[in-house]
């Protein structure tokens, strides 16, 4: 039924595996420039169970940028066979690196990730990604051949050569992005073929932070299970956490990862269930071992157990970045929070904006709500009484009262590109 | 000194090796529904020395193509774990399939290869290529991590990205395309680089065919040494022949292929150092092994010894395709047997016009060359025995007498898009 021994291991278990495991990456992270310095006066004997993770510090983006290119290796470069690093487009560039055993674990990890999905070694996978040093082209393509998927390497674009590949080679996995997957689906009826027709049956769309309404889309236009994931370069790439079959949250593998949860400001574990920044240890990385990294991606450990029975802890679907995190009244919202609930409300159109200001030395948050226009009615108590529950769901969800302001259809200004979302007047006050 | 110890195999080792897997080959092959219709009714103790090859049957493209997608493969389709495709722009597509002993195979004779240019595990390998279905991605990325260096899998485009990488991973070995290294070269110089103080010192440049002309530029201009290679998806991809140190001719590797050249019109083998059609045989391809597979690229055994001490034989650069072959009094002729000769003579300028005609029941053959300005002198005497010169050594070159026809620089016509080098006028007699 697993793929790995590891995914049948009982709680007790996953705690003293990572608990050696742990005491071995801080004892080999030592042999780094940046982590010897670091680590200095850190007793690697303080560590007895995976609680004691927060004895030890946080690793930044920051950090890695000011180690690069190789502050954060333990072994000769000649020992490494591989190097991703990103774009350098904003900021200074980071890079990683892997040794052969790091590209193996990687792809066991991989690989173990798409059988939970339900994908086996007689599927036919298409990796619809691009390639090179964004790691997920690379990383599913690993995994996939590890698992003894025939897998196609296409690449991204291309539209009708993928049609033609996927009907030639009846594949039934498709590693998709997601905004290109409702593209796509249009695109293959355009073509003049039935989504249904199609041999396809599990699309893997972790690439991006997407909605669970984007994955009911996916799933209704292409007649496919769609499954989530969740990685980042720096923990390798895809693999960390996968969903399996439930599609009920992602498994975080914890015989490779310890996840944590923290508050983006203090820096302390949130109570369980609560919506905090994702930190990351890697527990296998040989060649580049790093402790406690501040990911500044949001969500949240799922609580209660699977019913897939692996009791690897669950976290939700990405909610945002840290960066975005707002404090108002004390109180941390993320403007995830917001916008889900309000997406939850049929009365609700597309567009609406947070604005943060003060009212005497308080912190008040107002909320302007497009309304559809066929909700937009006349009668004043009907449109108060919108208001109300509107503004009761936000304050359950984010712990403080809005003021909500219901305004017309398209009449909130939209910026080119990116949407803003939220306006913080208080610093100009 | 050698990576592999097949490289140091005395001639008759490799003809037994070759007899005893060429052998096992056919047997293997006639799993395939395509072989044994095929092979039937051959008997494979007809096989008792390399040289009895040739009593088996071709496979030409068309095969491939009748064959789409499964007819050549000799186990179940769930034992494969890669494919690549032709884009089947042009006609119907053709595919490979590889099991992981296949993958495997394929990375260690790219490996080998790779190590056989002067390339070691301590090097950092950038690779310049794009990736997916085109095997040269996949290919020198898989071998130069088997080979051990940090690979770094930067893709095809964004310029100034590569210079930073090369920069700051002290990048050693480049695989770029030999057209794009023209550019990259001065780009380089643009971004206020000089290509003597960059860290490489090795590119690999045999993605597509090209002159030595070119190679020697790309080496002057980049400081760099460049190595030529040969491959085709159709025998895995890269890695089927490479240049050793000597850079004279590409070692084909023969205890995994066999080597022909054959006249492409009879199918009989030319005589040794005479231009032909290569035609390949893979030893060790397991899920689909091909035979006698007519290239269709034109080249030549190199007649002698490598200075290298390695016997495997070498074939010269790709001089065109068997399709571009003309027939002129019996004789088989190649238009870039042609480009050699002129371009070898300083008075030559860049154009020239290659026509066939019948007079009487003759065929002729006219060349129309452009000369340099400096050199189109008034001076008729010194005009007739350039004329006479280039007549004397195309003659030596393609055994037929040329009508050579000096005109001025640009007096050619020019078409749009790829140069028309030949015209044919025997038909529209
Ligand atoms: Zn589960
Ligand atoms: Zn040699």
């Given at each position: ?13 996953l ?27 850190f ?13 030890l510090p ?18 000769p ?7 991703h ?14 040794t ?5 674990t ?20 298409q ?10 082209g ?19 674009g ?8 996927i009907?030639?080679?009846n ?34 769309i ?7 309404e984007t ?8 007649h496919i ?10 923990m390798?790439g895809?693999?960390v956490a996968?969903?399996?079959t ?28 609560e ?11 040989d060649g ?10 949001l ?14 802890r669950?976290i ?10 707002l404090?108002?009244k ?6 995830m ?14 567009n ?6 003060h ?5 008040q ?49 939209k910026?080119e590109?990116?949407?803003v ?6 610093d100009?006050?």
């Open positions: 039924m697993f793929y790995h021994p590891e995914e049948s291991l009982q709680r007790s278990e705690d003293q595996l990572q608990t050696e495991r742990l005491k071995a990456v801080v004892e080999n992270a030592r042999k780094s420039p940046f982590y010897a310095e670091r680590l200095k006066g007793d690697t004997r303080e560590i007895s169970t995976p609680a004691d993770i927060v004895k946080f690793t930044t983006k920051d950090d890695l940028r000011s180690q690069y290119p190789y502050g954060l290796l333990t072994r470069l000649d020992e490494f066979v591989r190097l690093a990103s774009s350098g487009t904003t900021g200074s560039p980071t890079a990683i690196f892997y052969q055993k790091d590209i193996d990687w792809a066991d990890l991989m690989a173990r990730s798409m059988h939970t999905a339900g994908i086996r070694k007689s599927d036919v996978l990796n619809m990604s691009g390639y090179g040093l964004f790691t997920g690379l990383g599913i393509h690993n995994g996939s051949e590890r698992l003894g998927c025939l897998t196609i390497p296409a690449g991204a291309n539209t009708r050569r993928q049609i033609k590949l009907r030639d080679f594949v039934t996995v498709l590693h998709i992005i997601p905004s290109f997957a409702l593209y796509f689906a249009q695109k293959v009826r355009e073509e003049g073929f039935d989504p249904k027709d199609m041999p396809w049956r599990i699309a893997l972790g690439a991006e932070p997407h909605t669970e994955r009911q889309r996916i799933e209704e236009l292409m299970k769609a499954y989530n994931s969740y990685g980042l370069s720096e390798n895809p693999g996968f969903e399996c439930e599609q009920s949250g992602m498994h975080v593998w914890e015989d490779a990862y310890i996840p944590e949860i923290i508050d983006p400001v203090t820096g302390e574990h949130v109570a369980e269930g919506i905090g920044e994702l930190v990351m240890t890697t527990l296998r990385r580049m071992p790093i402790i406690r990294y501040r990911t500044r991606d969500t949240r450990f799922i609580p209660g157990e699977c019913a897939c029975g692996r009791k690897h669950r939700d679907r990405i909610a945002g970045r840290a960066d975005d995190m404090i108002v004390g109180v941390n919202i993320y403007p929070q917001i916008e889900q609930v309000l997406m939850s409300m049929p009365e609700v159109g597309q609406y904006l947070i604005e943060l200001f009212e005497g030395f308080m912190d948050i107002r909320i302007k709500v497009e309304i559809k226009d066929q909700f937009f009615v006349e009668d004043m108590r009907a449109l108060q009484n919108l208001q109300k529950s509107i503004a009761s769901r936000l304050c359950s969800e984010i712990l403080v009262t809005p003021r909500v302001e219901l305004v017309m259809h398209d009449s909130i200004p910026a590109g990116k949407a979302r939220v306006v913080d007047l208080r100009k006050e």
